[in-house]
């Protein structure tokens, strides 16, 4: 009886819907709320970029999120992914919907676990209007891109290369490639350079490429810097 009245304390917490909605207004005021409410990103693997992308994105409110990943959660992941050390050998895609419903109640999740592929990228992306490449292959880095590009053109594709080691964290930047395509990171180190991945630079990294897809949100990935450089 004890734990099921503090489960029930507990669940009274959690704010309504309504409530959730209005503080997030108070932020970002109602039109852009309403824009990251209705807005569909994608998101292609869940481990270092991809799991800080979909917490930073489900903290702004961002209404439907569509989670790709065959992979499960491994102790080798914590020290850089939105996992908990009791969610080891999970489906990325279920322990990551657990810790999103927790931070976002309402949010709309669909998950797919399964490894993106040429052929089943397409049906897997339709409905996204913002798609995040988040994958730690190269090989995976360059298929997604190039479908992308090529049999999606409508789309907004976010993608990412370079956060390795202890560089400064200055030297991760957001470049736009084409009208819908834009890079994060530093483009020049490697996982097989050095030290490797450090939780930090991964996550800027990846609040950069959540940050993006904000500013497309908000249509102001075009913006000037005080110097007249483009600012992305």
């Given at each position: 009886m004890w734990k099921l009245s503090v489960l029930w304390e507990v669940a009274d917490l959690i704010p309504s819907q309504e409530d959730m909605l209005r503080a997030l207004e108070q932020r970002h005021g109602k039109k852009l709320q309403d824009r990251f409410s209705s807005a569909s990103v994608a998101i292609c693997g869940l481990g270092g970029l991809g799991s800080n992308i979909a917490v930073s994105l489900a903290r702004a409110g961002i209404g439907r999120l569509i989670l790709i990943d065959f992979d499960r959660v491994d102790i080798?992941?914590?020290?850089?992914?939105q996992y908990k050390a009791s969610q080891i050998c999970r489906y990325k895609t279920d322990a990551?919907?657990?810790?999103?419903k927790e931070i976002a109640?309402?949010?709309?999740?669909?998950?797919?676990?399964?490894?993106?592929?040429?052929?089943n990228a397409p049906e897997l992306l339709k409905d996204a209007d913002i798609i995040c490449e988040a994958?730690?292959?190269?090989?995976?880095?360059?298929?997604?891109?190039?479908i992308?590009?090529?049999?999606?053109?409508?789309?907004?594709?976010?993608a990412a290369s370079g956060m390795a080691g202890l560089g400064s964290a200055n030297d991760i930047k957001t470049r736009k490639i084409t009208k819908k395509f834009y890079l994060c990171g530093d483009e020049v180190s490697d996982v097989s350079g050095g030290i490797g991945l450090v939780s930090s630079r991964v996550?800027?990294?990846?609040a950069h490429q959540a940050h993006m897809v904000l500013r497309i949100l908000a249509d102001k990935e075009n913006t000037k810097s005080k110097e007249g450089k483009t600012n992305e």
């Open positions: 080798t992941n914590l020290h850089r992914q990551l919907s657990e810790n999103l109640p309402y949010i709309h999740l669909k998950t797919h676990t399964v490894c993106i592929t040429e052929r994958f730690d292959q190269p090989e995976a880095k360059a298929m997604l891109t190039d992308v590009l090529e049999k999606m053109p409508d789309k907004y594709l976010i996550m800027l990294c990846a």
